[in-house]
């Protein structure tokens, strides 16, 4: 079924703690951040936190979904053996959701996968919705 990692590419997303999340602006510009994430079945989610940020304009990352909903989320393992070496990359058109029940439950399974969400108060921020089209990965992914 397109849009849903194999068991292998599974494992490694889950027990993977950074993704990088690329998007574009409408005239092709490159954005690229590290991301907390998690994935639930053909989709992949991403909360706007409370780290500090300006609060006067949305994010840049929100912005280019806007504008260019075409995303990509990499995910990687880098060792000096490169035996070891592995990545998965997720494809797809990115949503932004402030409110409903998706919203809430991706904002719950991403308190369970990082604890330091569990103090911040994310309940009212936005949460980015990746619809994944297309998934690519390379190397040892059982590491």
């Excluded at 999340?21 to 706007?48: E, N, Q």
């Excluded at 260019?68 to 990359?89: H, I």
């Excluded at 969400?117 to 980015?128: A, H, K, N, Q, W």
């Amino acid at each position: 079924m397109p849009g849903m990692p194999t068991d292998a590419q599974y494992r490694f997303l889950e027990i993977s703690r950074v993704g990088r999340l690329a998007t574009a602006d409408a005239k092709g510009v490159p954005h690229l951040v590290p991301v907390c994430y998690a994935v639930m079945g053909d989709s992949a989610y991403i909360t706007v936190d409370e780290k500090p940020k300006r609060t006067d304009i949305p994010l840049k990352r929100i912005r280019n979904i806007q504008e260019n909903p075409a995303v990509a989320l990499t995910v990687d393992r880098w060792d000096e053996d490169w035996s070891k070496l592995a990545w998965v990359m997720l494809r797809g058109r990115a949503e932004v959701l402030d409110a409903g029940d998706e919203h809430d439950r991706a904002q719950m399974r991403l308190r369970e996968r990082y604890p330091q969400y569990r103090t911040m108060d994310i309940e009212g921020l936005p949460v980015i919705a990746i619809r994944i089209s297309r998934i690519s990965g390379w190397g040892n992914l059982a590491g």
